[in-house]
């Protein structure tokens, strides 16, 4: 593959982390406090909502950062190599944490989609679930084309 192309990749993936990093810097904070102000009986329910946030955002990155590995291994031409069938299954296991992790907030969610008149908490939430399940959903069929191409590639090699 030519290297522009993994190059304009990696930009994109660098172009992906800023939105998501200045949604954690400006708005979760945001989200929260709104959350505190619609249940102030509810002491936790600010800091569980950041919690969540943040905590769906570590996996995020290192998911990101998996993938500019894997974009490096396929510019060292290694795209065949047991570490990106790493990379895939870290960013597959990155997936299914986010999922989890905004499937357990989704009470939150709902609660505070009970208070807001349109409730856009839950679609939020539904779509995170559902994109990262299609992305965990791709990132392991990815690494089992892969691996199979790795198997044939190892017979050919001991057939010659």
Sequence with gaps: MKRGTTLFLKMAVILIGIPILALCIFLVPKIGNFA??????IAYMNTLVVIDMYA???PFY???YQAFKLL???DKNQAFS???????????YCAITISTLYLLGMP??????????????IPM??????ASMVIAVFAAVLQRLLQEAMN???ENDLTV
């Design 152 to 154: 044939i590639k190892t």
């Design 56 to 58: 769906a955002a570590i």
């Design 108 to 121: 939150l969610y709902y609660l505070l989609g009970k208070r807001v008149d349109p409730p856009s908490f």
């Design 125 to 130: 939430g539904l779509v995170i679930i559902f």
């Design 36 to 41: 505190g102000e619609l249940y102030p009986d």
């Design 72 to 74: 490096g291994y396929i």
């Design 62 to 64: 290192f998911a990101l």
């Design 82 to 92: 047991e570490l990106s069938v790493k990379a895939l299954k870290n960013i597959r």
